[in-house]
């Protein structure tokens, strides 16, 4: 039995990235920077770079160039988003209650609780000055700390952030007694954290793989749990804050409060008629009404209904876009992998099986699901060629094959490239067989082994192998290939490229002696 007919092919993941040699100590801090650099565990570091080629190359020029800045991509990078979304939800939740139905029996604990949450926000500003971000429009990993402090300033929530980060009991350390109302009104600023919040929380959930109806409807249960609370709060908030703004007193006898004689109730009874309240008002229900309502009760009421008429219109609006296909490709992969899930328990396929086929859609398809060959055959032939070559685009720059060539030929050898994937472990080229095309690697890592078995080298990113059987009809393959990661492979055939070729035929020597120099060479090490 072969090497590569084993399920499972070990190969070292622990790049060299620093000198040889180094003590307990230094290993150990190289070990800690490491979670601060690209991590092939992150879900965006896959999705983006896609190969482990292009993760160690963003590794190496990391460490020779921006050794100081955090890695958007890094795992330290992953769970402190995750950690701030707790922190700020955690905020968003205890900082109005406190202010409104807790202002009377707050202790010095829950201040220090509150505090400590809000200086990690502080810390998260310190972080989102030293990572890095992924400029779009470029499609690179911005690591320069100036491109990155204008990016979080100008175009990020830099000022949200600084507000809602603010630990505002500060100002009030000699005054705690006095202006007691006030601090906790003032308390109210972190609303502004918020915006970040919600970056955050699309950050994560985009990282996951999610059903993407389940994604939206998360966000907007979310956001509409955390506006319930929050006009909660302040309808509770409002009375007491128009009665004195100073020492808690009891609210005005106009107040809805007043009206149904909630003062001396439990925590729980106030929130609960208050959240009935908001309810209602958001509904634009008869759950209450009162003819004694005062000015600053009626404001909210009347900010109440107007917030909670647009977000009703806004998930009619959010209803209509998810059936009218906004997001349809996604929406199109997900109805494809259903199918394909109750195909694979129909055909009672193995766990091994299934799994991998849910990772071949995922790489071919990258959670998009588009009517590709109708797209193309609706533009020119112009258009579809540099649909082609920029699809292409890096293994033109890469593989050492196409050096040299003009651009016309160029242009027809790429345009019959046929694009392949490969699973982990797949063998792609076997010993012995007659061999009637060639494979150039866009993306993946690939191992060669001889006839007898023995591994002789690893191929990736720009790579190529098989050339030998573009220029001899009859040859046998000398060598199998394995992939060792998931690999996109671009196939050239023999008989395309026999007429492409057939008008140059310089090139051709060109292409036939490299072939062959190649074959020796492989040739030797196999004996």
Known sequence: MHPFDDRSIFTSDQDILYFPGRGRLQKFLDYCHSFFMISSTNPNAQRYLRSR????REKRQHIRKNK?????????????DILLIIDMTIISLIVPYQASFGISRQTLISKIIK????????????INLSTGYLDKNQSIIQMKRKKIIKQYMKHGTFFTDLLGS???????????????????VVSLICVFRLFSLNVYIGKVTHSKSTLI???????IFFWLFIFLHWITCIFWLVPIATTSMKQLRYPRIDSWIHEIDLWYESEYIQYLFSLMITIGNCLRSRLYESDRQNMPDLYVIIIAKIIGTLITWFLIARLMQHFKGTNSSKLRYQSAVGQLTK?????????????????YYEFRFQRRYFQESDILNALSLQIRQEIIMHSCRKL?????FFNNLPMVLLNRIVALLKSEIFLTNDVIVRANELGNCMYFIGSGTVAIYTISGKEVCHLEDGAHFGEIALVMADEHRVASVVAVEICELYRLDRADFARTIYPYPMMWEHI???????????????N
Request: charged share 20%; net charge positive.
């Open 53 to 56: 080629t292009s993760i160690l």
């Open 68 to 80: 100081e800045i955090i890695h958007p991509f890094s795992n330290f990078r992953h769970y402190w």
């Open 115 to 126: 505090n400590s949450l809000l200086l990690l926000c502080c810390a998260d500003m310190i």
């Open 166 to 184: 603010f630990p505002t009991d500060v100002i009030f350390v000699k005054m705690w007694d006095e202006y007691k109302v006030t601090q906790e």
């Open 213 to 219: 109806c389940y994604h939206h409807f998360f966000i």
């Open 343 to 359: 195909y694979m328990h129909h055909k009672q396929l193995p766990r091994y099986t299934q799994r991998r086929i849910i990772n």
């Open 396 to 400: 033109v720059e890469n593989v050492t």
């Open 512 to 526: 036939k002696n490299i072939a062959i120099e190649r074959h020796e060479k492989t040739t030797i090490l196999s």
